[in-house]
C-alpha cells in the first residue's frame, strides 16, 4: 500500500539548536524523524512512499541520495568492502514530488493525486508522529468498513488541569484532560481515493475533507490508548531523541527482529508485550 507523507512544513517549532531544516528532518538519534516514520511502515510491509516536499526538499532529497546504510546497520568491513548484516531501504521505492512551498496539507495531497488515484486505498501521516499502533489492525478494520476515510484517535497528551465552576465562581470540579475522555487526530490515516471528491482546492485533509466524511457518516476513527508521541516542538522532539539514547524506543517495532529476520521482507513481527514508556514522552 502506498504511504503519502507531509514533509513541506516550514518547522518554525522545532528550530532551535541551529538547525534550520523541514520538522521530517530533525534527529531522532543517528536518523532523523521522517526515517523513523518510514521504517515503521516498512516494517508493516508498505514500502512505496510518496514524499510530498515543500519547504527545505533539498535536505530530504540529499539524505536519500547519499543514503549510508551503515549509520544504522551492522556490518562487516573486510579487505575495505563493506558487507551488510542487515538493511533499511534497499527495498523502498520513493517518489518525490514538490508540492509547493506554502501549500496547506489538503492541497499538498491535491498535488499527488495521481500517484495514488488507482489505488484501492492508500495511508498519509503528518510525518512528525512516532507510535507503537498496530498498523494492520487498524487497516483492517478500515478495509471491512464502508468509510473512505479513517483516522488514528488518541487522547490528548497535555498534562494541564480543567477547571469547572459555576455561575458564582465556586469550582465543582478539576480534571485533566484525560479525566473528560477527550481525542485528538493523532496523524495516521487510511483513505480511499474517494476523500478527492470531499477536498477542495488550498483546503485542509481533517477540517475539510474529514469534516464532510463525518457528517455523510463515511469517516471512521481507531481509537488507541497505547503509546503515541509528537515532535510537533523543539521539546518533544529532544524528548524522543532521550528517549532514543536511553534505550526507550517503543516506536521501533522492528528492533524486535533479529538481524536475518530484517533482512527478510517477507518478516512480520509475531505477538509480543508492548514497551510501556507511559503516556507520552513530553512531560
Given at each position: 500500500?502506498?504511504?503519502?507523507?507531509?514533509?513541506?512544513?516550514?518547522?518554525?517549532?522545532?528550530?532551535?539548536?541551529?538547525?534550520?531544516?523541514?520538522?521530517?528532518?530533525?534527529?531522532?538519534?543517528?536518523?532523523?524523524?521522517?526515517?523513523?516514520?518510514?521504517?515503521?511502515?516498512?516494517?508493516?510491509?508498505?514500502?512505496?512512499?510518496?514524499?510530498?516536499?515543500?519547504?527545505?526538499?533539498?535536505?530530504?532529497?540529499?539524505?536519500?541520495?547519499?543514503?549510508?546504510?551503515?549509520?544504522?546497520?551492522?556490518?562487516?568491513?573486510?579487505?575495505?568492502?563493506?558487507?551488510?548484516?542487515?538493511?533499511?531501504?534497499?527495498?523502498?521505492?520513493?517518489?518525490?514530488?514538490?508540492?509547493?512551498?506554502?501549500?496547506?496539507?489538503?492541497?499538498?495531497?491535491?498535488?499527488?493525486?495521481?500517484?495514488?488515484?488507482?489505488?484501492?486505498?492508500?495511508?498519509?501521516?503528518?510525518?512528525?508522529?512516532?507510535?507503537?499502533?498496530?498498523?494492520?489492525?487498524?487497516?483492517?478494520?478500515?478495509?471491512?468498513?464502508?468509510?473512505?476515510?479513517?483516522?488514528?484517535?488518541?487522547?490528548?497528551?497535555?498534562?494541564?488541569?480543567?477547571?469547572?465552576?459555576?455561575?458564582?465562581?465556586?469550582?465543582?470540579?478539576?480534571?485533566?484532560?484525560?479525566?473528560?475522555?477527550?481525542?485528538?487526530?493523532?496523524?495516521?490515516?487510511?483513505?480511499?481515493?474517494?476523500?478527492?471528491?470531499?477536498?477542495?482546492?488550498?483546503?485542509?485533509l481533517v477540517e475539510d475533507a474529514c469534516a464532510a466524511l463525518a457528517?455523510?457518516?463515511?469517516?471512521?476513527?481507531?481509537?488507541?490508548?497505547?503509546?503515541?508521541?509528537?515532535?510537533?516542538?523543539?521539546?518533544?522532539?529532544?524528548?524522543?531523541?532521550?528517549?532514543?539514547?536511553?534505550?526507550?524506543?517503543?516506536?521501533?517495532?522492528?528492533?524486535?527482529?533479529?538481524?536475518?529476520?530484517?533482512?527478510?521482507?517477507?518478516?512480520?513481527?509475531?505477538?509480543?508485550?508492548?514497551?510501556?514508556?507511559?503516556?507520552?514522552?513530553?512531560?
Amino acid at each position: 500500500m502506498k504511504v503519502v507523507l507531509f514533509c513541506g512544513g516550514y518547522g518554525l517549532r522545532m528550530r532551535d539548536g541551529g538547525y534550520d531544516l523541514p520538522k521530517p528532518m530533525h534527529p531522532v538519534g543517528p536518523r532523523p524523524l521522517l526515517w523513523h516514520v518510514m521504517r515503521y511502515y516498512a516494517h508493516f510491509g508498505h514500502r512505496e512512499f510518496v514524499l510530498c516536499l515543500g519547504y527545505g526538499a533539498e535536505h530530504i532529497k540529499d539524505f536519500f541520495l547519499h543514503y549510508a546504510e551503515t549509520a544504522s546497520n551492522d556490518f562487516v568491513l573486510r579487505a575495505g568492502e563493506v558487507e551488510l548484516l542487515s538493511s533499511d531501504i534497499e527495498d523502498w521505492t520513493i517518489t518525490f514530488a514538490h508540492t509547493g512551498l506554502h501549500s496547506p496539507i489538503g492541497e499538498r495531497l491535491r498535488r499527488v493525486r495521481h500517484l495514488v488515484e488507482g489505488e484501492e486505498m492508500f495511508l498519509a501521516n503528518y510525518a512528525d508522529v512516532l507510535t507503537d499502533l498496530p498498523l494492520d489492525a487498524m487497516v483492517s478494520r478500515f478495509r471491512d468498513s464502508d468509510a473512505t476515510a479513517a483516522l488514528l484517535a488518541v487522547p490528548p497528551q497535555q498534562a494541564f488541569h480543567c477547571v469547572e465552576f459555576d455561575p458564582g465562581g465556586s469550582v465543582t470540579g478539576i480534571n485533566t484532560l484525560r479525566d473528560l475522555m477527550l481525542w485528538e487526530n493523532g496523524g495516521y490515516f487510511v483513505l480511499r481515493p474517494e476523500v478527492f471528491d470531499h477536498l477542495p482546492e488550498n483546503g485542509d485533509l481533517v477540517e475539510d475533507a474529514c469534516a464532510a466524511l463525518a457528517k455523510e457518516g463515511r469517516l471512521l476513527a481507531y481509537p488507541y490508548q497505547g503509546w503515541w508521541q509528537p515532535a510537533d516542538t523543539a521539546k518533544e522532539r529532544h524528548a524522543l531523541d532521550a528517549a532514543y539514547q536511553a534505550g526507550i524506543r517503543p516506536w521501533m517495532l522492528w528492533e524486535r527482529l533479529g538481524p536475518a529476520e530484517r533482512l527478510d521482507p517477507a518478516a512480520r513481527l509475531g505477538p509480543a508485550a508492548r514497551l510501556d514508556a507511559g503516556p507520552g514522552l513530553a512531560g
